[in-house]
């Protein structure tokens, strides 16, 4: 569609339903996780536990109204997107025959190993002195993160994050299902990053998950002391940037020894549990 035959007050109808979805895009799976970690059985949470502090009180609620920035931010820039991919700025194509499903899964994870390289690279940046305070800070008032500091941003760095996609879009086309699974994935490990309770099966982190992804020991040690650990999704730019925290691995191996501790013990004690009930 040329310029001239877009009507820019398909922007202002369009932004409520965008608006919409970027909110529970937040709520859904940070309101889960918050859920499932309230259920968890106190000494099962105690042996999973990563975070070094606890949350100063009323940290949720200024993790909460920052985060409802942030999705005001995103939704204006899903505008931005809806917009350009109107005017034929941005490429955006819908029917999966048309570029078919391997390109469609290999355009996904392209978007995703970007994306963590956008992250690592920008978040180095932002931990520079002269711009930590105004883009960074707000975020790291969280020593001790919840669920709910997953998009508790600054404005500033809330369009950092945001602008990635639009400039993707720029030189890659994407089907709206590849957008759509990469950004459920993008929150569902930033929720996971700030939980402070690792919550994925012991097993994967004494395995590939624990070599290659990022944990949420890794990012919980980021916020505990700032200089290390940058990576979002994938561990191998603190590896090659040399700003892996030293303690990093030998603290998950100590949490999947406790939780292989606690699952040895639980198994051993049910016999004698129902021995003991006859």
Not at 48 to 55: A, G, K, T, Y
Not at 215 to 229: E, I, V
């Amino acid at each position: 569609m040329s310029a001239v035959c877009f009507n820019p007050f398909i922007m202002l109808d369009a932004w409520p339903a965008i608006f919409v979805a970027d909110l529970l895009r937040y709520v859904i799976p940070t309101s889960f996780v918050a859920l499932v970690i309230s259920l968890l059985p106190p000494d099962w949470a105690v042996l999973r536990r990563v975070r070094l502090r606890q949350p100063e009180a009323g940290q949720q609620g200024r993790e909460l109204s920052f985060s409802l920035l942030t999705v005001l931010i995103f939704s204006m820039n899903g505008v931005v997107i809806f917009a350009g991919a109107k005017l034929g700025w941005l490429q955006i194509y819908t029917a999966v025959n048309d570029r078919g499903w391997m390109y469609l899964l290999a355009s996904l994870a392209g978007l995703v190993v970007l994306h963590d390289a956008w992250f690592y690279w920008t978040h180095r940046l932002m931990h520079r002195p002269r711009w930590f305070r105004w883009i960074h800070g707000v975020h790291h008032r969280s020593v001790a993160p919840t669920p709910w500091a997953a998009y508790s941003f600054a404005p500033a760095e809330a369009v950092i994050h945001a602008v990635f996609l639009t400039l993707v879009l720029a030189v890659l086309p994407l089907h709206p299902l590849a957008i759509f699974v990469f950004l459920v994935h993008m929150i569902a490990r930033n929720v996971l990053g700030h939980a402070g309770i690792e919550l994925v099966p012991g097993r994967w982190l004494a395995g590939w998950w624990g070599r290659w992804m990022t944990t949420t020991l890794h990012h919980d040690l980021h916020h505990a002391h700032g200089r290390y650990n940058f990576g979002l999704y994938f561990t191998w730019w603190d590896r090659i940037g040399g700003t892996e925290h030293p303690d990093y691995r030998g603290r998950l191996r100590e949490v999947v020894h406790q939780i292989a501790q606690a699952s040895f013990t639980t198994a051993a004690g049910q016999p004698r549990g129902r021995e003991n009930s006859k």
